[in-house]
């Protein structure tokens, strides 16, 4: 049998598209280029290319990713020789370039380019960037510095080493994520990142910064995807959660645990206009199986979006009253696949002779495989026949 909790843990996995909010978005690596072990001609090519000042920099810049790609000793002298370049996105894709872990030797030139105020804000950036991933602690301090720079481009690329990144300490952890998830003019991606460092640490100190989010943070209009959404409208949706500030301190408050803002997320469930907002805050009190927020789960039962009932339906059955049956049990005949499995597991939990007939009158109707078969083994767990 299977506890209350496992199933409330697999209806969340269900509901994949917003797994968002349990997952991770840390991109994939590119794959390194193979090994200039034989470059010859190859070599000469692109470096060729990339010192040639006479063609447009958009080809030169190709020809520098393509370098910087290879990531060994063999690249490193031209790449280095291209900081030096008059043209400001040629020495931006060459700092980016040298930026391996490992490649100590250009730290130096690098360091100095990332103190030089009178580069470029995207020369700047692009070094401090190479300088993280290089990933050598002695450039911390200057990562630090350009932390509080007063360019949010440079900012954020300073604070993406010591925030999650490769330079960060267990120190400076809190008061540096803090900042990062409270400034504004940050990217509100990167944001959302700092705010997950943040709760990660448990510090009470940082669930009063996450309930400022939640509560002061910028307002989104984020609508469910309709199913014709195309992959275009579903790659923007995903990017607008992943950028959800507010939602991603919602489930800062949850984890952390602290019942006495129980309040703040019921609220949060209200919000009208963004609906990966009230999902997180619904799910958040799902799992802390909150009986004061009864009335929240009911009142989301009608929700537009399916992921928002399919985690409200949840919510009603992990309180448990026999007196909601009928409220779940209507969720059997939803046009949502999702919903209805959540409704059949919801009554699982709820438990009694009542729920038991509502799932086998739902069963004797039902026609979808995986619903059918979740309806059985809700019968099964309660101990109830199908006829």
């Known amino acids: 049998m299977q506890s209350r909790s496992a ?33 010859g001609s190859a070599l000469a090519g692109l470096v060729s290319t990339a010192k040639d000042r006479s063609l447009d920099p958009v080809e030169r810049v190709q020809s520098i990713d393509v370098l910087g790609r290879w990531a060994t000793p063999e690249v490193r002298q031209p790449l280095m020789e291209l900081l030096k370049d008059p043209v400001a996105e040629i020495r931006a894709a060459a700092a980016k370039g040298l930026g391996w872990p490992g490649n100590s030797p250009a730290l130096a030139a690098l360091s100095q380019m990332a103190g030089d105020k009178t580069e470029p804000v995207t020369v700047r950036a692009a070094t401090i960037g ?34 999650g990144g490769p330079l960060e300490s267990d120190a400076d952890r809190l008061a540096l994520a803090t900042r990062a998830a409270e400034d504004g003019e940050l990217s509100l991606p990167f944001r959302a990142d700092a705010i997950r460092v943040l709760t990660a640490t448990r510090d009470p100190a940082a669930q009063a910064t996450l ?54 997320l019921v609220k949060a469930t209200e919000d009208p206009d963004d609906f990966f907002l009230r999902y997180v805050a619904a799910g958040a009190l799902v799992k802390w ?29 992990s309180v448990g009253d026999a007196s909601n049956v009928d409220v779940v049990a209507a969720r059997l005949k939803d046009d949502i696949i999702s919903v209805r499995l959540s409704a059949a597991e919801a009554l699982a939990m709820i438990g009694g002779e009542p729920a038991c007939q509502k ?29």
């Open 130 to 163: 190479a300088l993280i991933k290089i990933g050598d602690k002695s450039v911390r301090h200057l990562v630090l510095q350009n932390s509080s720079d007063s360019d949010a481009q440079v900012r954020e690329e300073a604070l993406r080493g010591v925030v």
């Open 7 to 39: 199933w409330i843990k697999r209806a969340f996995l269900r509901a994949g598209v917003l797994c968002l909010a349990w997952g991770s978005f840390a991109p994939a690596p590119l794959d390194a280029a193979a090994p200039l072990s034989n470059a």
């Open 289 to 317: 199986r909150a009986t004061q927020a009864l009335p929240a789960f009911l009142k989301l039962l009608g929700d537009p979006s399916s992921e928002v009932r399919t985690v409200a339906v949840l919510g009603v059955g």
């Open 211 to 264: 309930v400022k989010i939640l509560e002061t943070g910028p307002r989104a209009k984020i609508l469910p995807l309709p199913p014709t959404a195309t992959q275009p409208e579903i790659l923007a949706g995903r990017y607008q959660q992943i950028g959800d500030v507010r939602a991603w301190a919602a489930q800062g408050i949850g984890e952390m645990g602290d019942r006495s803002l129980l309040p703040k």
């Open 359 to 387: 799932l086998r009158a739902a069963h004797a109707q039902e026609v979808h495989a995986q619903v059918r078969q979740t309806l059985e083994a809700a019968l099964a767990r309660l101990k109830c026949s199908l006829s």
